[in-house]
């Protein structure tokens, strides 16, 4: 159990001079000034304020004068817009600063995105230059049946010379053979 005195108890003094306002989580409350902005900032809040300030005129003017109840000078439409006026700029400033923060995390989270995949294109620029690299030091299939060929063909002509060797062997043997028979 905490030992901490509780503020909202009854049976303790308040601090004199200190005035205290709800809490407001600042989530909520920006969440709720967005969506006013974004209410006032449709063609219908146009319409219906417009419907509005019409009746009010209309209601002020033509009524008969015991059941009017903003007089000609119209005060209390006055007083009833600038209330409004003056709500609503800070609450379209707070829509926007809102907005411009996620918009900034959204750049962030961009920009890493970029910084990544530039790294992951370099590294793979890199592996595909070795790899043509290393491709060039690795016998091609041209280049072994080119070889082949080559040895084959050597192989041919050495089998040609023993040939020939052979047969001038036999040939000098017969003619040995032959000068000994005589």
Do not use: C, H
Request: net charge neutral; aromatic share 8%; no cysteine.
């Amino acid at each position: 159990m905490s030992t901490e005195p509780r503020r909202d108890r009854l049976d303790q003094p308040v601090e004199p001079g200190r005035v205290r306002l709800p809490r407001l989580n600042p989530e909520t409350f920006g969440r709720w000034s967005e969506a006013i902005a974004r209410g006032m900032g449709t063609a219908q809040f146009i319409v219906w304020m417009t419907i509005v300030i019409g009746a009010w005129f209309a209601w002020n003017t033509l009524a008969p004068a015991a059941l009017r109840f903003d007089p000609y000078t119209f005060t209390f439409l006055t007083l009833i817009l600038s209330l409004q006026a003056s709500y609503a700029a800070p609450l379209i400033l707070l829509a926007q600063n809102r907005q411009a923060d996620r918009d900034r995390l959204a750049m962030e989270e961009d920009r890493r995105r970029a910084a990544m995949q530039k790294a992951d294109t370099e590294y793979l620029a890199r592996e595909i230059a070795s790899l043509r690299i290393a491709l060039g030091e690795v016998a091609t299939r041209d280049f072994l049946r080119n070889e082949l060929a080559r040895l084959a063909d050597e192989l041919d002509e050495a089998a040609l010379r023993r040939e020939k060797r052979a047969r001038s062997e036999w040939e000098e043997d017969r003619k040995d053979w032959e000068a000994d028979r005589t």
